[in-house]
């Protein structure tokens, strides 16, 4: 085998611009796929990254009321049957595997009684939020403290904004301190946080650019205990709950929709708890571009089978030209499978070059359309370990007929030939 490599190698040195030719094929093909197959895993890279971030691997489970979500205000009635979570129901969703944290809060969308002197917010969500909250969805803390034990034990009547909230409410003026007016009641501002994702999500469709909206709303945190104090009853709660990783999400986020809904009144028929699946989310939008993307594929596929008919070609003119080369072979008692096996091994590894090749060319394709049109490539290793393997089949499969023919010369008739 290793002679029959030396000697492959050999021959398509001696012949390099023929070699070469022989090889552009292979290398056009195969550097076709990993160029698209690097666009389309970064393509779908960023499609995952855009609905769930930079990995904070949180997951939703909000009430739906009859396939809607359901948000409560001012003059809503409070939904009969639906109780706020409980520290037993806490702990079991905290004992799932698959889970890391958990946080329920109560949550206002309206943000009309929400003042600092002359000033207001125009959008944004007020929240009732436990201890976990801030570090289950991904807040740290900018400037001021975060809230105590006792504020909530106390009800002592504290407020954290965000950044968003801080600058609309305040400006440039330092907010630690100020009194500001939510529902008619004076809260004292301890604290503002931001988010701890650097994740900027690039906006290219009309999902992204809701979802970049959201982020960009103003937030305002008050202990859940003081909740009643500023909108008179308990409320249902939401639920985020961080899993333990991205693969997880889905998982966690069926249990704990599951073991919510078990403390719901059976009586309560339209309110469920529901999980926010963003990775379900985002299969279906890979799906969207499945079909073009394989038609790309097998489209660049095509060149690999010209690619492998150029080889076919030249390895029949190689019989043709070393005709009284297997004659003497032969007659010195060289094989059948000897020939075979030579021939074999030059077209493998002609076109194993040609894969290599092609696989380099594509790396550097991908990133000359990732510099030009901004697409996202993710070059995969598993691909380009395939088409090298692929293009030493091709050379295989097409280099047969000829290695055949050569094989099967008789001895006497290939000596004669000049």
């Given at each position: 085998?290793?002679?029959?490599?030396?000697?492959?190698?050999?021959?398509?040195?001696?012949?390099?611009?023929r070699s070469f030719l022989t090889m552009l094929g292979i290398i056009i093909g195969i550097a076709s796929i990993i160029s698209i197959v690097s666009t389309i895993k970064g393509t779908n890279e960023e499609i995952k990254n855009s609905l769930i971030g930079s990995g904070n691997n949180t997951v939703n489970v909000l009430l739906y009321e009859?396939?809607?979500?359901?948000?409560?205000?001012?003059?809503?009635?409070?939904?009969?049957?639906?109780?706020?979570?409980?520290?037993?129901?806490?702990?079991?969703?905290?004992?799932?595997?698959?889970?890391?944290?958990?946080?329920?809060?109560?949550?206002?969308?309206?943000?009309?009684?929400?003042?600092?002197?002359?000033?207001?917010?125009?959008?944004?969500?007020?929240?009732?939020?436990?201890?976990?909250?801030?570090?289950?969805?991904?807040?740290?803390?900018?400037?001021?403290?975060?809230?105590?034990?006792?504020?909530?034990?106390?009800?002592?009547?504290?407020?954290?904004?965000?950044?968003?909230?801080?600058?609309?409410?305040?400006?440039?003026?330092?907010?630690?301190?100020?009194?500001?007016?939510?529902?008619?009641?004076?809260?004292?501002?301890?604290?503002?946080?931001?988010?701890?994702?650097?994740?900027?999500?690039?906006?290219?469709?009309?999902?992204?650019?809701?979802?970049?909206?959201?982020?960009?709303?103003?937030?305002?945190?008050?202990?859940?205990?003081?909740?009643?104090?500023?909108?008179?009853?308990?409320?249902?709660?939401?639920?985020?709950?961080?899993?333990?990783?991205?693969?997880?999400?889905?998982?966690?986020?069926?249990?704990?929709?599951?073991?919510?809904?078990?403390?719901?009144?059976?009586?309560?028929?339209?309110?469920?708890?529901?999980?926010?699946?963003?990775?379900?989310?985002?299969?279906?939008?890979?799906?969207?571009?499945?079909?073009?993307?394989?038609?790309?594929?097998?489209?660049?596929?095509?060149?690999?089978?010209?690619?492998?008919?150029?080889?076919?070609?030249?390895?029949?003119?190689?019989?043709?030209?070393?005709?009284?080369?297997?004659?003497?072979?032969?007659?010195?008692?060289?094989?059948?499978?000897?020939?075979?096996?030579?021939?074999?091994?030059?077209?493998?590894?002609?076109?194993?070059?040609?894969?290599?090749?092609?696989?380099?060319?594509?790396?550097?394709?991908?990133?000359?359309?990732?510099?030009?049109?901004?697409?996202?490539?993710?070059?995969?290793?598993?691909?380009?370990?395939?088409?090298?393997?692929?293009?030493?089949?091709?050379?295989?499969?097409?280099?047969?007929?000829?290695?055949?023919?050569?094989?099967?010369?008789?001895?006497?008739?290939?000596?004669?030939?000049?």
């Amino acid at each position: 085998m290793l002679e029959n490599i030396r000697l492959s190698f050999q021959g398509i040195w001696s012949h390099k611009m023929r070699s070469f030719l022989t090889m552009l094929g292979i290398i056009i093909g195969i550097a076709s796929i990993i160029s698209i197959v690097s666009t389309i895993k970064g393509t779908n890279e960023e499609i995952k990254n855009s609905l769930i971030g930079s990995g904070n691997n949180t997951v939703n489970v909000l009430l739906y009321e009859k396939g809607y979500t359901m948000e409560i205000y001012s003059n809503s009635q409070k939904p009969f049957g639906i109780p706020q979570v409980s520290e037993e129901t806490r702990s079991e969703i905290l004992k799932l595997d698959s889970v890391e944290n958990v946080t329920c809060f109560t949550e206002r969308r309206n943000m009309e009684g929400v003042f600092y002197r002359d000033k207001a917010i125009s959008s944004g969500a007020i929240r009732g939020i436990d201890k976990s909250y801030f570090d289950t969805v991904g807040y740290r803390l900018k400037t001021g403290r975060i809230f105590l034990e006792d504020d909530g034990k106390k009800f002592r009547k504290v407020v954290i904004l965000d950044q968003n909230a801080a600058e609309a409410l305040f400006g440039d003026e330092n907010p630690i301190g100020k009194t500001m007016e939510i529902s008619e009641e004076p809260f004292t501002v301890v604290g503002v946080v931001e988010s701890e994702s650097n994740y900027e999500t690039t906006i290219t469709n009309i999902s992204q650019y809701y979802s970049a909206q959201e982020s960009a709303l103003s937030g305002v945190f008050i202990p859940k205990e003081c909740w009643p104090i500023a909108y008179a009853y308990d409320e249902p709660e939401k639920v985020v709950v961080k899993a333990r990783s991205t693969d997880d999400m889905e998982e966690a986020g069926q249990k704990v929709q599951k073991i919510l809904n078990a403390t719901i009144s059976p009586k309560q028929e339209e309110v469920k708890y529901k999980a926010d699946n963003l990775l379900e989310k985002a299969r279906d939008m890979q799906k969207l571009s499945a079909a073009t993307n394989n038609q790309l594929i097998w489209i660049a596929s095509i060149s690999l089978l010209v690619g492998g008919i150029g080889v076919m070609n030249i390895m029949l003119v190689s019989v043709t030209e070393r005709t009284s080369e297997i004659g003497l072979k032969k007659a010195i008692g060289a094989r059948k499978g000897t020939i075979l096996g030579q021939f074999l091994t030059e077209a493998a590894v002609l076109t194993s070059m040609g894969g290599m090749l092609g696989v380099a060319a594509g790396i550097g394709m991908a990133q000359v359309i990732n510099r030009v049109s901004g697409v996202a490539v993710s070059i995969d290793i598993v691909a380009s370990v395939i088409a090298v393997l692929f293009s030493m089949l091709i050379g295989i499969i097409f280099g047969l007929l000829p290695s055949v023919k050569a094989a099967n010369l008789n001895p006497i008739d290939a000596l004669r030939r000049e």
